[in-house]
């Protein structure tokens, strides 16, 4: 007699399904341990300290930014805009060790744009002593960028040429000049002829790059570095600053230059709470009042309403 299967009874088709549903989820499980076990090694490795005690993550990191500056501009460039970039952390970096902050190494940023690099970042961990010690983390890193921005600018204008405006400048992207720029290019360059322009060295592009960057970090908002200054002068007040400030830049990306609305928005997103230090009743000393006010004064020289001219 022949025999055929012509169906499964309930039972045996869900204890089935159960067995094949259980062989799926351990290979899931499976899979997931591997990746998370792969991924903590990995993690393991870069977090391990190297070099005079710094994370891999962050020298593989430096490498990269200068591979992408260097892809983007060339070795001058490369060389000097890292060099700011590293001078701006590192004012951060020691001033938070001064005041018993924790904080990390400088993350460099590596993106093959036109600048090869969305700048530097570290990141403070533990709490804030007092108004003094937020004021001094907040503007030793602009004073520190802008200690060798200033240098490098001259020593690039210097090396850049004058040259006729070509009949086809598709090839060439305008920069607009903070009064601060402006100001070294007459003094190293002279007045340009109707018909010539300026064409930068790449190391003058750096420095140029260092007083966009120096202002980006200046402006008086949030928890950027113009934003801890103004907090440290002016305590809860400071928020009607921000608002202010905020306000202010959105008006600039619509009717002057489009490209600020990314970074506007951004900064609108980031909010305008300003974390209080431990200490937030003493107040600044004279000497850091005027170092305050100065600092703003930099922010206008080094701010650009129309950075780049298509």
Partial sequence: MCKVKIGLSLSQIIIENI???????????????TLKATWGVIRKFLSTPSFFDIPRINILLFIATFFTT???????????????????????????????????????????SFFGTLGAVIKMKGHIPSK?????????????????????????????????????????????????????????????SEGFDIILNPIAFAGWAGFFVTALN?????????????????????????RVGIGIFFLFAVFVFKGWILIAVLLLL??????PPADAF???????????VIMLVVFILCFTPIPFKI
């Fill in 19 to 33: 067995l094949n549903f259980s062989l799926i989820m351990d290979e899931k499980v499976s899979s997931k341990s």
């Fill in 70 to 112: 260097y892809i983007m501009n060339g070795p001058g460039y490369a060389i000097c805009i890292m060099i700011i970039l590293f001078a701006h952390e590192m004012g951060h970096f020691i001033m938070c060790r001064k005041y018993h902050v924790d904080a990390t190494w400088p993350y460099f940023l590596p993106f093959p």
């Fill in 132 to 192: 003094r010690a937020l004021f001094d983390i907040g503007v030793a890193g602009p004073i520190g960028g802008l200690i060798f921005a200033i240098p490098i600018t001259l020593i690039g204008l210097h090396f850049s040429e004058v040259q006729p405006i070509p009949k086809d400048a598709s090839s060439y992207l305008g920069l607009g000049e903070p009064i601060l720029f402006s100001f070294f290019t007459k003094m190293m360059v002279g007045e340009v």
């Fill in 218 to 242: 200046l402006m008086p908002i949030g928890q950027l570095d113009g934003g801890h200054v103004i907090y440290a002068l002016l305590g809860k007040r400071s928020t009607i600053v921000y």
């Fill in 270 to 275: 980031f909010g305008f709470k300003h974390p």
């Fill in 282 to 292: 003493t107040p600044l000393d004279f000497k850091r009042k005027c170092i305050g």
